[in-house]
Protein backbone atom coordinates (compact mmCIF):
# COMPACT_ATOMS: atom_id res chain seq x y z
CA UNK A 1 0.00 0.00 0.00
CA UNK A 2 1.47 3.10 -0.74
CA UNK A 3 0.43 7.34 -1.16
CA UNK A 4 -0.97 6.54 -4.50
CA UNK A 5 -3.59 3.94 -3.71
CA UNK A 6 -4.45 6.80 -0.87
CA UNK A 7 -4.70 9.57 -3.45
CA UNK A 8 -7.07 6.54 -5.67
CA UNK A 9 -9.60 6.34 -2.57
CA UNK A 10 -9.92 10.36 -2.95
CA UNK A 11 -10.48 10.61 -6.31
CA UNK A 12 -13.01 7.61 -5.86
CA UNK A 13 -14.89 9.25 -3.10
CA UNK A 14 -14.95 12.26 -5.02
CA UNK A 15 -16.33 10.65 -8.10
CA UNK A 16 -18.50 7.97 -6.80
CA UNK A 17 -19.31 9.00 -3.93
CA UNK A 18 -18.41 6.29 -1.62
CA UNK A 19 -16.35 7.08 1.94
CA UNK A 20 -12.63 6.22 2.26
CA UNK A 21 -14.03 5.26 5.42
CA UNK A 22 -16.43 2.72 4.36
CA UNK A 23 -13.35 1.35 1.77
CA UNK A 24 -10.94 1.04 5.35
CA UNK A 25 -13.44 -0.29 7.03
CA UNK A 26 -13.92 -2.97 4.71
CA UNK A 27 -10.37 -3.42 3.64
CA UNK A 28 -9.38 -3.93 7.28
CA UNK A 29 -11.95 -6.75 7.44
CA UNK A 30 -11.12 -8.69 4.09
CA UNK A 31 -7.26 -8.62 5.18
CA UNK A 32 -8.07 -10.15 7.98
CA UNK A 33 -9.48 -13.02 5.98
CA UNK A 34 -6.82 -13.01 3.75
CA UNK A 35 -3.94 -13.00 6.41
CA UNK A 36 -5.76 -15.82 8.43
CA UNK A 37 -6.31 -17.45 4.25
CA UNK A 38 -2.90 -17.31 3.89
CA UNK A 39 -1.07 -18.04 7.08
CA UNK A 40 -2.89 -20.73 8.69
CA UNK A 41 -3.53 -19.65 11.19
CA UNK A 42 -6.53 -19.25 14.49
CA UNK A 43 -5.16 -16.37 16.34
CA UNK A 44 -7.05 -13.50 17.52
CA UNK A 45 -5.54 -10.74 14.55
CA UNK A 46 -6.17 -6.97 14.34
CA UNK A 47 -5.48 -4.50 11.33
CA UNK A 48 -3.30 -1.63 11.36
CA UNK A 49 -3.74 0.83 8.46
CA UNK A 50 -2.39 4.32 8.45
CA UNK A 51 -5.12 5.98 6.70
CA UNK A 52 -2.76 8.73 5.77
CA UNK A 53 0.45 6.85 4.34
CA UNK A 54 -1.51 3.56 3.53
CA UNK A 55 0.75 1.72 5.80
CA UNK A 56 -0.25 -1.64 7.00
CA UNK A 57 0.43 -3.49 10.56
CA UNK A 58 -1.08 -7.17 11.62
CA UNK A 59 -1.09 -7.41 15.30
CA UNK A 60 -2.23 -10.75 17.19
CA UNK A 61 -4.15 -9.79 20.10
CA UNK A 62 -3.28 -12.30 23.53
CA UNK A 63 -4.99 -12.45 26.70
CA UNK A 64 -2.48 -11.97 29.53
CA UNK A 65 -2.90 -15.41 31.57
CA UNK A 66 -0.68 -16.95 34.22
CA UNK A 67 0.62 -20.06 32.30
CA UNK A 68 -0.46 -20.02 28.49
CA UNK A 69 -1.96 -23.31 27.11
CA UNK A 70 -3.08 -21.69 24.19
CA UNK A 71 -0.22 -19.83 22.20
CA UNK A 72 -2.48 -18.25 19.75
CA UNK A 73 -4.57 -16.66 22.18
CA UNK A 74 -2.73 -16.36 25.11
CA UNK A 75 0.84 -15.05 26.55
CA UNK A 76 1.75 -15.88 30.37
CA UNK A 77 2.04 -12.60 32.22
CA UNK A 78 6.12 -13.14 32.63
CA UNK A 79 6.28 -13.35 28.63
CA UNK A 80 4.14 -9.77 29.07
CA UNK A 81 5.70 -8.12 31.57
CA UNK A 82 9.03 -8.26 29.54
CA UNK A 83 7.13 -6.13 26.72
CA UNK A 84 5.61 -4.08 29.33
CA UNK A 85 5.82 -4.43 33.23
CA UNK A 86 2.55 -2.80 33.99
CA UNK A 87 0.71 -5.40 32.30
CA UNK A 88 -1.24 -7.78 34.65
CA UNK A 89 -3.55 -11.12 33.99
CA UNK A 90 -6.75 -10.31 31.94
CA UNK A 91 -5.04 -7.52 30.05
CA UNK A 92 -4.59 -7.67 26.27
CA UNK A 93 -1.56 -7.40 24.27
CA UNK A 94 -0.97 -6.22 20.48
CA UNK A 95 1.80 -8.33 19.11
CA UNK A 96 3.02 -7.02 15.75
CA UNK A 97 3.38 -10.48 13.18
CA UNK A 98 3.23 -8.81 9.88
CA UNK A 99 4.77 -11.24 7.48
CA UNK A 100 7.27 -9.64 5.20
CA UNK A 101 5.40 -10.10 1.75
CA UNK A 102 1.87 -9.00 3.32
CA UNK A 103 2.32 -5.74 1.26
CA UNK A 104 1.82 -7.47 -1.90
CA UNK A 105 -1.51 -9.14 -0.47
CA UNK A 106 -2.68 -6.43 1.37
CA UNK A 107 -1.99 -4.38 -2.53
CA UNK A 108 -4.45 -7.29 -4.40
CA UNK A 109 -6.77 -7.76 -1.16
CA UNK A 110 -7.36 -3.53 -1.85
CA UNK A 111 -8.26 -3.69 -5.12
CA UNK A 112 -10.69 -6.81 -4.89
CA UNK A 113 -12.46 -4.35 -2.44
CA UNK A 114 -12.06 -1.27 -3.99
CA UNK A 115 -14.03 -2.89 -6.83
CA UNK A 116 -16.24 -4.74 -4.91
CA UNK A 117 -17.56 -1.33 -2.81
CA UNK A 118 -17.72 0.36 -6.31
CA UNK A 119 -19.76 -1.99 -7.90
CA UNK A 120 -22.08 -2.24 -4.70
CA UNK A 121 -22.66 1.40 -4.73
CA UNK A 122 -23.22 1.72 -8.41
CA UNK A 123 -25.54 -1.10 -7.49
CA UNK A 124 -27.15 1.28 -4.76
CA UNK A 125 -27.50 4.24 -7.38
CA UNK A 126 -29.18 1.84 -9.96
CA UNK A 127 -31.53 0.67 -7.31
CA UNK A 128 -32.29 4.15 -5.80
CA UNK A 129 -32.72 5.70 -9.30
CA UNK A 130 -35.54 2.59 -10.65
CA UNK A 131 -37.42 1.82 -7.08
CA UNK A 132 -38.72 5.45 -7.37
CA UNK A 133 -39.69 5.19 -10.94
CA UNK A 134 -42.04 2.32 -10.41
CA UNK A 135 -44.96 2.41 -12.32
CA UNK A 136 -43.65 4.72 -15.14
CA UNK A 137 -42.65 4.40 -18.57
CA UNK A 138 -39.03 3.70 -19.92
CA UNK A 139 -38.21 2.94 -23.44
CA UNK A 140 -35.96 0.32 -23.65
CA UNK A 141 -34.21 -1.88 -26.12
CA UNK A 142 -34.48 -5.70 -26.51
CA UNK A 143 -30.98 -7.21 -26.00
CA UNK A 144 -31.10 -10.93 -26.10
CA UNK A 145 -34.48 -13.04 -25.46
CA UNK A 146 -33.57 -16.63 -23.11
CA UNK A 147 -36.37 -19.27 -21.78
CA UNK A 148 -39.21 -16.95 -23.35
CA UNK A 149 -37.83 -13.89 -20.84
CA UNK A 150 -36.50 -10.74 -23.21
CA UNK A 151 -33.59 -8.98 -21.44
CA UNK A 152 -33.93 -5.25 -22.20
CA UNK A 153 -31.45 -2.59 -22.27
CA UNK A 154 -32.08 0.58 -20.06
CA UNK A 155 -29.07 2.38 -20.68
CA UNK A 156 -27.32 2.09 -17.31
CA UNK A 157 -28.58 -1.41 -16.13
CA UNK A 158 -30.84 -4.42 -17.70
CA UNK A 159 -34.92 -4.95 -17.11
CA UNK A 160 -36.17 -7.99 -17.95
CA UNK A 161 -39.55 -8.68 -19.02
CA UNK A 162 -41.35 -12.13 -17.98
CA UNK A 163 -43.75 -13.88 -20.05
CA UNK A 164 -46.58 -13.14 -18.21
CA UNK A 165 -46.08 -9.54 -18.78
CA UNK A 166 -45.40 -9.87 -22.46
CA UNK A 167 -48.33 -9.28 -24.67
CA UNK A 168 -50.07 -11.93 -26.33
CA UNK A 169 -49.32 -12.64 -29.91
CA UNK A 170 -46.20 -10.24 -29.59
CA UNK A 171 -43.24 -11.00 -31.28
CA UNK A 172 -39.58 -10.06 -29.61
CA UNK A 173 -36.52 -9.45 -31.93
CA UNK A 174 -32.67 -8.40 -30.77
CA UNK A 175 -32.55 -4.16 -31.45
CA UNK A 176 -36.66 -3.60 -30.96
CA UNK A 177 -37.16 -0.32 -29.16
CA UNK A 178 -39.97 -0.95 -26.98
CA UNK A 179 -42.01 1.63 -24.30
CA UNK A 180 -42.23 -0.56 -21.17
CA UNK A 181 -43.88 -0.15 -18.04
CA UNK A 182 -41.44 -0.30 -14.76
CA UNK A 183 -43.25 -2.89 -12.98
CA UNK A 184 -41.37 -3.20 -10.08
CA UNK A 185 -38.06 -2.94 -8.19
CA UNK A 186 -36.66 -5.90 -6.28
CA UNK A 187 -33.02 -5.38 -4.48
CA UNK A 188 -30.71 -9.13 -4.58
CA UNK A 189 -27.07 -9.83 -4.00
CA UNK A 190 -26.39 -9.51 -7.87
CA UNK A 191 -27.84 -5.90 -8.14
CA UNK A 192 -31.09 -4.47 -8.44
CA UNK A 193 -33.84 -6.46 -10.53
CA UNK A 194 -36.30 -4.68 -12.67
CA UNK A 195 -39.34 -6.26 -13.62
CA UNK A 196 -40.88 -4.78 -16.81
CA UNK A 197 -44.30 -5.14 -18.14
CA UNK A 198 -45.71 -4.58 -21.79
CA UNK A 199 -49.32 -6.08 -20.45
CA UNK A 200 -50.48 -4.06 -17.11
CA UNK A 201 -53.05 -2.07 -18.04
CA UNK A 202 -51.06 0.88 -16.33
CA UNK A 203 -48.66 0.99 -19.63
CA UNK A 204 -52.01 2.32 -21.53
CA UNK A 205 -52.70 4.95 -19.00
CA UNK A 206 -48.81 6.47 -18.96
CA UNK A 207 -49.20 5.65 -22.98
CA UNK A 208 -52.20 8.11 -22.39
CA UNK A 209 -50.90 10.99 -20.74
CA UNK A 210 -47.90 10.98 -22.58
CA UNK A 211 -49.63 11.76 -26.06
CA UNK A 212 -52.33 13.81 -24.40
CA UNK A 213 -51.45 17.12 -22.91
CA UNK A 214 -55.26 16.99 -21.41
CA UNK A 215 -54.53 14.28 -19.53
CA UNK A 216 -50.90 15.21 -18.09
CA UNK A 217 -52.68 18.87 -17.33
CA UNK A 218 -55.52 17.33 -15.45
CA UNK A 219 -58.12 18.55 -17.23
CA UNK A 220 -58.82 15.14 -18.75
CA UNK A 221 -58.82 12.79 -15.98
CA UNK A 222 -58.93 8.34 -16.70
CA UNK A 223 -61.60 6.86 -14.53
CA UNK A 224 -60.83 3.33 -14.53
CA UNK A 225 -58.84 0.91 -17.34
CA UNK A 226 -59.87 -3.19 -18.91
CA UNK A 227 -57.47 -4.72 -20.89
CA UNK A 228 -56.67 -7.98 -22.27
CA UNK A 229 -53.41 -7.14 -23.44
CA UNK A 230 -52.87 -7.58 -27.18
CA UNK A 231 -56.26 -7.66 -28.07
CA UNK A 232 -58.33 -5.05 -27.04
CA UNK A 233 -58.80 -2.07 -24.00
CA UNK A 234 -61.26 -0.02 -22.68
CA UNK A 235 -60.25 3.30 -21.54
CA UNK A 236 -63.22 5.28 -19.46
CA UNK A 237 -62.28 8.77 -19.36
CA UNK A 238 -63.87 12.29 -18.29
CA UNK A 239 -63.64 15.89 -18.21
CA UNK A 240 -63.38 18.30 -15.68
CA UNK A 241 -63.77 21.24 -18.23
CA UNK A 242 -66.99 21.10 -19.50
CA UNK A 243 -65.68 23.09 -22.58
CA UNK A 244 -63.00 20.16 -23.05
CA UNK A 245 -64.57 17.39 -24.92
CA UNK A 246 -62.19 14.07 -23.41
CA UNK A 247 -63.28 12.00 -26.02
CA UNK A 248 -61.99 14.23 -28.95
CA UNK A 249 -58.80 15.18 -26.70
CA UNK A 250 -57.69 11.65 -26.60
CA UNK A 251 -58.76 11.09 -30.10
CA UNK A 252 -57.05 13.56 -31.18
CA UNK A 253 -56.92 15.41 -34.65
CA UNK A 254 -57.95 13.06 -36.96
CA UNK A 255 -57.16 10.20 -34.88
CA UNK A 256 -53.18 11.08 -34.80
CA UNK A 257 -53.26 10.71 -30.62
CA UNK A 258 -55.03 7.42 -30.24
CA UNK A 259 -53.02 5.98 -33.35
CA UNK A 260 -49.93 6.62 -31.59
CA UNK A 261 -50.98 4.50 -29.04
CA UNK A 262 -51.86 1.82 -30.92
CA UNK A 263 -49.35 1.89 -33.01
CA UNK A 264 -46.61 1.28 -30.14
CA UNK A 265 -49.51 -1.60 -28.66
CA UNK A 266 -48.69 -3.06 -32.23
CA UNK A 267 -52.30 -2.42 -32.97
CA UNK A 268 -54.43 -3.37 -30.10
CA UNK A 269 -57.81 -2.18 -30.38
CA UNK A 270 -58.44 0.61 -27.92
CA UNK A 271 -62.34 1.73 -27.25
CA UNK A 272 -62.43 5.26 -25.72
CA UNK A 273 -65.77 5.91 -23.73
CA UNK A 274 -67.29 8.44 -21.74
CA UNK A 275 -67.18 7.95 -17.69
CA UNK A 276 -70.41 9.08 -15.91
CA UNK A 277 -71.95 9.35 -12.61
CA UNK A 278 -75.16 8.28 -13.54
CA UNK A 279 -74.62 4.24 -14.05
CA UNK A 280 -77.12 3.10 -16.31
CA UNK A 281 -75.33 5.81 -18.95
CA UNK A 282 -72.19 4.65 -17.97
CA UNK A 283 -72.65 0.82 -19.10
CA UNK A 284 -74.84 1.97 -22.28
CA UNK A 285 -70.96 3.51 -22.94
CA UNK A 286 -68.87 0.82 -21.69
CA UNK A 287 -70.51 -1.63 -24.07
CA UNK A 288 -69.27 0.70 -27.43
CA UNK A 289 -69.47 0.38 -29.68
CA UNK A 290 -72.79 -1.18 -29.76
CA UNK A 291 -75.88 0.55 -29.63
CA UNK A 292 -77.20 0.41 -25.85
CA UNK A 293 -81.72 0.40 -25.98
CA UNK A 294 -82.55 -0.12 -21.59
CA UNK A 295 -80.54 -0.73 -18.54
CA UNK A 296 -82.04 -1.98 -15.51
CA UNK A 297 -79.40 -1.30 -13.14
CA UNK A 298 -79.74 -3.50 -9.65
CA UNK A 299 -77.60 -1.39 -7.15
CA UNK A 300 -77.64 -3.52 -4.41
CA UNK A 301 -75.91 -6.41 -6.68
CA UNK A 302 -73.78 -4.36 -8.85
CA UNK A 303 -75.27 -5.83 -11.82
CA UNK A 304 -77.24 -4.41 -14.36
CA UNK A 305 -79.57 -6.35 -17.39
CA UNK A 306 -78.81 -4.48 -20.85
CA UNK A 307 -81.11 -4.41 -23.77
CA UNK A 308 -79.40 -4.28 -26.92
CA UNK A 309 -80.84 -4.50 -30.32
CA UNK A 310 -81.47 -7.86 -32.10
CA UNK A 311 -79.18 -7.13 -34.97
CA UNK A 312 -76.53 -5.62 -32.34
CA UNK A 313 -76.51 -8.66 -29.65
CA UNK A 314 -73.24 -10.28 -31.12
CA UNK A 315 -71.24 -7.04 -31.02
CA UNK A 316 -72.17 -6.44 -27.95
CA UNK A 317 -71.25 -9.69 -26.53
CA UNK A 318 -68.04 -9.71 -29.05
CA UNK A 319 -65.57 -11.84 -30.04
CA UNK A 320 -65.54 -14.81 -26.94
CA UNK A 321 -67.42 -12.63 -24.61
CA UNK A 322 -64.97 -9.93 -24.98
CA UNK A 323 -66.69 -6.77 -25.33
CA UNK A 324 -69.22 -7.70 -22.24
CA UNK A 325 -66.46 -8.79 -20.13
CA UNK A 326 -64.01 -5.77 -20.54
CA UNK A 327 -67.25 -3.60 -19.92
CA UNK A 328 -67.67 -5.59 -17.09
CA UNK A 329 -64.56 -4.65 -15.53
CA UNK A 330 -64.32 -1.31 -16.48
CA UNK A 331 -67.39 -0.75 -14.73
CA UNK A 332 -67.17 -2.84 -11.88
CA UNK A 333 -70.82 -4.63 -12.54
CA UNK A 334 -71.65 -7.84 -13.69
CA UNK A 335 -73.36 -7.28 -17.01
CA UNK A 336 -76.20 -9.68 -18.16
CA UNK A 337 -76.69 -8.40 -21.87
CA UNK A 338 -80.05 -9.47 -23.80
CA UNK A 339 -81.46 -8.77 -27.21
CA UNK A 340 -84.38 -6.68 -27.30
CA UNK A 341 -86.88 -9.88 -28.32
CA UNK A 342 -85.26 -11.95 -25.58
CA UNK A 343 -86.07 -8.98 -23.26
CA UNK A 344 -89.28 -8.52 -24.08
CA UNK A 345 -90.31 -12.43 -23.97
CA UNK A 346 -88.48 -12.59 -20.68
CA UNK A 347 -90.83 -9.34 -19.86
CA UNK A 348 -94.08 -11.37 -20.64
CA UNK A 349 -93.38 -14.15 -19.12
CA UNK A 350 -92.51 -12.29 -15.42
CA UNK A 351 -96.13 -10.74 -16.59
CA UNK A 352 -97.68 -14.05 -16.79
CA UNK A 353 -96.62 -15.79 -13.82
Known amino acids: MNLDFINALTEIEKEKGISKDVI ?18 SQNVEIDMNRDTGEVKVFAIKKVVEKAENENLEISLEEAKKIDP ?67 DLGKTEGILPPSEQMENEEYKQGDRLKLLILQVNKTTKGPQIILSRSHPNLVRRLFELEVPEISEGIVEIHSISREAGSRTKIA ?117
Not at 25 to 35: G, H
Not at 120 to 143: H, L, P, S
Open 24 to 41: FDALESALISSYKKNFGT
Open 86 to 152: RYEIGDQVRIEVTPKNFGRIAAQTAKQVVIQRIRDAEREVIYEEFVNRENEIITGMVQRISKNIVYI
Open 237 to 353: VYSKDPNVDPLGACVGTKGNRVKVIVDELKGEKIDIVIWSKNIEEFIANSLSPSKVLKVIPNKEEKSAIVVVPDYQLSLAIGKEGQNARLAAKLTNWKIDIKSESQYKEMFNKEVIE
